[in-house]
């Protein structure tokens, strides 16, 4: 046979190619083998009938917290990942320089998803909350040495900016997570937002002169203390220069750092995320966050198209994580992580971290994913009945 698996009569939406027909996807050792009109269903020893579903590359979340057993809010990293149409996941800062090994031995070595993470600054991690008080719960040479010894799994430093180890330290803990990150060769992805601390209202606008093209900025459309509108709810300039210079921003959902009016605001103010993710957490699942599809879903009740959202779940978050040649993409040759989805038409409502709905038209749902060309069933799904979300 020449193929493993042809998947047949979906709508191939692949938007770093600029792809977005009905084409059949051939399978072979892991790998893209091929993607055209006509590809025989018996060429392949098994075939996948993917007609009324759209098929896109693999998704990839690149805000999750997975550490399952090992910090309170860690989600199944498959759960999250490949039963959630996801074949890519990466950690955001649930283990730091102390609790590392553990991270890469039970969940990077068990997981059916590929698996990628930022380590935190603070030392623990998020197994301890607040993560941390002050500079002796932060450790900045450990925290290279262990990046240096997972280089390419680890892809970044995590620093969330607030906590007592901010009103403890200043701005100097924000330069801690810049000096292990620039010293290991790898992004700073900075939590902005939050309500359950005292954030200095000042610290965003303080922070972001720090960063530097391909840093991230996670919670773009926070609402809380720390956000990035300013008093007349207009978009802080330093946020403005952070675009320029090429600092990624990503909306990561969660549950208490995305609202619906901010987004309004902002992209009003031509302010749009380059990718999408959850920042799901075992708690946030059974909340607001649900997945990365019904994240999707709450950017399309938002007005971006299905096109712009798969592009911003795929390609472009393949780019963040230096993948891009490899992943986000179905061009022939790649890794074979393909999410076959349901795009279902109704009035459905969507729900933001304060509790805001808003009503969509579309809610996309997994129907199967196949990771290296190994294809995994998906979940039931976060509601009681099921993956769709709430009719309006
Ligand atoms: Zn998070």
Redesign the pocket.
């Known amino acids: 046979m020449p193929y493993d698996i042809v998947i047949t009569g979906g709508q191939v939406i692949d938007p770093g190619r600029g792809v977005d027909a009905p084409l059949d996807v051939a399978i072979k050792d892991g790998k893209i083998a091929k993607v055209a009109a006509g590809i025989d269903a018996s060429q392949g020893e098994r075939s996948i009938d993917a007609s009324g579903h759209i098929v896109t590359p693999g998704l990839i979340d690149i ?3 997975i550490f399952e057993h090992g910090v309170g809010n860690g989600l199944d990293p498959d759960l999250a990942g490949v039963r959630s149409g996801v074949t890519t996941i990466v950690d ?2 649930s283990a730091g320089s102390a609790n590392y090994d553990g991270f890469h031995q039970y969940i990077v070595g068990t997981a059916k998803t590929r698996v990628l993470a930022n380590i935190h600054i603070a030392q623990m991690g ?1 197994a301890v909350n607040p993560e941390a008080r002050d500079a002796n719960d932060v450790n900045i040479d450990e925290t290279i040495a262990v990046a240096n010894r997972y280089r390419g799994e680890i892809i970044g430093v ?1 620093i ?1 900016a607030c906590g007592p180890a901010l009103d403890t330290m200043g701005i100097d803990y924000i330069h801690a997570a810049i000096k292990a990150a620039r010293e290991s060769g790898v992004r700073v992805m900075v ?1 902005i937002g939050d309500p359950q601390w005292n954030v200095d209202p000042t610290i965003t606008a303080r922070l972001l002169p720090l960063l530097q093209a391909d840093d991230l900025i ?2 773009l459309y926070t609402g809380a203390p720390g956000k990035v509108l300013d008093g007349n709810r207009n978009v802080l300039p330093e946020l403005l220069d952070a675009r320029a210079r090429g600092v990624g921003f990503d909306p ?1 959902h ?1 549950r208490f ?1 995305m609202s619906f009016e901010v987004a309004k605001r902002m992209m009003e103010q031509g302010i749009l995320p380059d990718s999408i993710s959850t ?1 799901i ?1 075992k708690q946030g699942r059974l909340s607001v966050v649900k997945s990365m599809t019904h994240v999707m879903s709450k950017f399309l009740a938002l007005g971006f198209s299905l096109r712009d959202v798969i592009k911003m779940s795929t390609y472009v978050p393949a780019g963040f994580i230096g993948m891009q040649e490899d992943l986000g993409t179905l061009a022939e040759g790649t890794a074979a992580d393909v999410a076959i989805l349901s795009v279902e038409q109704g009035k459905w409502t969507y729900d933001d971290a304060l509790g805001v709905s808003l009503v969509g038209e579309v809610a996309l749902q997994p129907v199967l994913t196949f990771k290296d060309g190994e294809q995994h069933p998906v979940d039931y799904g976060p509601f009681p009945w099921g993956w769709l979300p709430n009719r309006a």
Do not use: E, Q, S
Request: hydrophobic share 25%.
């Open positions: 805000h999750a917290h955001a800062g998020l995590k969330r939590h996670t919670h990561a969660g750092n920042d957490t």
